[in-house]
């Protein structure tokens, strides 16, 4: 995408629960963020998950698909809620996300972890452990557990029988960790590729190959470690880490626990990215139980904005406005209920992209 590009389509998916509200406070924050830094966004809605498939019978469907392939960007909410629960599994609403994460190929899922000064001491780790954190997760996003063939629930002589099936063809591993090695030499130059090399031979496969693809990055520090002892040491000792590359159902795991070193799920952004597609969404779910009561924390939602205006929209600047001003407001101490501690401001979710809207333009 050429840098002086100015207008870009960007596809907004709300999803489900809280999905529509955390949305809706990102496009205000990013409709006032284009006005101060010369960016247009011409911006469809559609729908996925749950709404997709009361209103259209499926959780994602072709169309939808057609045009996040067509935008610059798509910009997308959680999906799920208990009112589906009881869909077959090839039904329900996360399958709309997993549906459109295979189509449009994004194989790169990439979850940073930075702790804001203002939330050290929210974190449920000593505030000496989180400080100065600046982690990047990327997971390998289409293949492993969630898409290996065969799967299902059978009938056998021993009883009923689930099965699932862990794979990794040479070439997905390769663009993955290739993706990360590119990443790692614009940070600290050190990558740790996580895997369970010891007892899966998927994963000895997956060690070849980051060890090929590392030959290629020689400035760049690489190290391997199990996935239990890298749950660990996330734990014990985070700031260890620059880039963390592993494979699906791995990073899903350890990218959520990742994300409470920074206080709260609802702080967490990500991207999806492909040869061409990508998709920015908070790490978080739909969260049913608070939806429609202005609890929801849109901060995540916000700064994966953020992330779109720094990668698919190439405006750096843009999208360091957005982390500044989200910064300030948590400075100043305001905060949603899920990061709030004693002495700080309680404001509602909309409230909560009001501030950070008005902090952009410098307001207040």
């Known amino acids: 995408m050429a840098e002086s590009k100015q207008e870009f389509d960007v596809l907004v998916l709300p999803g489900d629960g809280i999905g529509l509200e955390v949305t809706e406070e990102a496009v205000k924050v990013l409709k006032a963020t284009g006005q101060l830094h010369g960016l247009t966004f011409e911006m ?3 729908l996925v998950g749950g709404a997709a498939i009361d209103a259209e019978g499926a959780p994602v469907s072709e169309e939808t698909i057609k045009l996040a ?3 610059d960007a798509v910009l997308m909410g959680a999906v799920g809620g208990t009112k589906w629960d009881d ?3 090839d039904k329900r609403p996360e399958k709309g996300l997993l549906g459109m994460r295979k189509a449009l190929d994004l194989f790169a899922n990439l979850r940073p972890v930075q702790v804001f000064g203002p939330l050290a001491a929210a974190s449920t780790l000593k505030p000496e452990v989180v400080k100065g954190i600046d982690l990047l997760v990327i997971r390998e996003l289409v293949s492993d557990l969630y898409f290996g063939e065969p799967r299902g629930i059978r009938d056998t ?27 790692a030499m614009g940070r600290r130059r050190k990558v740790t590729s996580v895997d369970k090399a010891n007892v899966l031979e998927t994963s000895a496969l997956w060690r070849e190959v980051v060890i090929e693809v590392a030959r290629d990055f020689p400035e760049v520090e690489l190290d391997h470690m199990y996935v239990d002892n890298c749950s660990m040491q996330l734990i014990r000792n985070p700031a260890q880490f620059d880039v963390i590359v592993t494979g699906n159902i791995f990073g899903d795991i350890l990218s959520d626990e990742a994300s409470m070193l920074t206080g709260s799920i609802g702080m967490l952004p990500s991207a999806s990215l492909g040869e061409g597609a990508a998709l920015y969404e908070p790490v978080h779910g739909s ?9 929801a924390n849109p901060l995540a939602m916000i700064l994966s904005a953020a992330m779109m205006l720094e990668i698919s929209c190439q405006a750096p600047e843009a999208a360091a406005s957005i982390r500044d001003a989200v910064n300030r407001v948590l400075e100043e101490g305001y ?8 002495g700080s401001s309680v404001v509602s979710c909309s409230e909560m992209g009001d501030l950070v809207t008005e902090r ?3 307001q207040g």
């Open 87 to 89: 869909l077959p599994t």
């Open 157 to 183: 002589p021993n009883g009923r029988e689930g099965y699932n099936t862990m794979r990794y063809l040479d070439w997905e591993v390769e663009r993955v960790a290739r993706k990360a090695f590119e990443i």
């Open 69 to 71: 392939a067509d935008a």
């Open 44 to 46: 469809k809605t559609a």
């Open 287 to 295: 969260a049913p139980d608070i939806a429609g009561q202005g609890k």
């Open 360 to 362: 952009l333009s410098g």
């Open 335 to 342: 905060r949603t209920g899920d990061i709030a501690e004693e």
